[in-house]
């Protein structure tokens, strides 16, 4: 018996043939998510960088607005997304003139806080998917293998004896589709941890630049209060 990819292939009943096209297709998929969410997260890396070299000069000089106009140039990166949404939230605020001190505070951190959930949520785009190729390309593979050894003991009642004759095509089908599944989730799972731990640190990296704007916010207001007092 030939145990060639096109010989195995066409020695498949209809069912392992759709188990092994839908499983195709998930590679493809998960491949495909993987590579545009590496170039994303890898973006998003390089301008962050930038941005927090150039934005740490700029807030001690008190530019905010320049540190605004290079966080919408720089659109990948996650810290300048998180920066620009404060620093627009509070100069909004101490130009309307309709939040003081602690609240005006409070009000740049919500914005803070709010961009840095949608960041996130768009750092985890197509993630759910790997998630779920993960899990669920074994069990497809499996649901081949059944179907492969379901059609062994069909050979074996068609022949009327248990030899290997009999029953190779049915294993062979089985174990194929098993093999696919698992190399359709192992990659996956693998990517799926991995951008998991980038997603973390870039949180960790958006917190501790909403901290330090937080903290020149609490200085600039401290400032901008003490004039008004003694006016």
Do not use: C
Not at 169 to 197: D, R
């Amino acid at each position: 018996m030939d145990f060639g990819p096109v010989a195995l292939w066409n020695q498949m009943g209809m069912i392992a043939k759709l188990v092994v096209i839908l499983l195709g297709i998930l590679s493809v998929y998960s491949l495909t998510v993987a590579a545009e969410r590496w170039i994303v997260y890898r973006k998003a890396k390089q301008e962050s960088l930038q941005f927090a070299i150039k934005m740490t000069a700029l807030l001690k000089e008190n530019r905010a607005v320049d540190a605004v106009a290079l966080g919408r140039k720089l659109k990948n990166s996650h810290l300048a997304r998180v920066v620009v949404a404060g620093l627009l939230e509070f100069d909004n605020r101490e130009a309307l003139n309709v939040l003081q001190g602690d609240d005006l505070i409070e009000a740049a951190r919500n914005a803070i806080e709010r961009e840095m959930l949608i960041t996130t949520a768009d750092f985890k785009r197509g993630t759910g998917g790997l998630a779920t190729i993960g899990a669920t390309a074994p069990f497809i593979g499996l649901f081949g293998t059944v179907v492969g050894i379901i059609n062994a003991f069909k050979g074996m009642a068609v022949s009327g004896s248990g030899g290997l004759g009999a029953v190779s095509a049915g294993i062979a089908e089985a174990l194929v589709t098993t093999a696919l599944g698992l190399f359709v989730a192992i990659p996956a799972v693998w990517i799926y941890n991995y951008f998991m731990q980038k997603i973390e640190r870039f949180q960790v990296e958006m917190t501790n630049s909403g901290s330090e704007l937080l903290v020149f916010f609490i200085k600039r207001a401290g400032g901008i209060n003490a004039v008004r007092t003694t006016t």
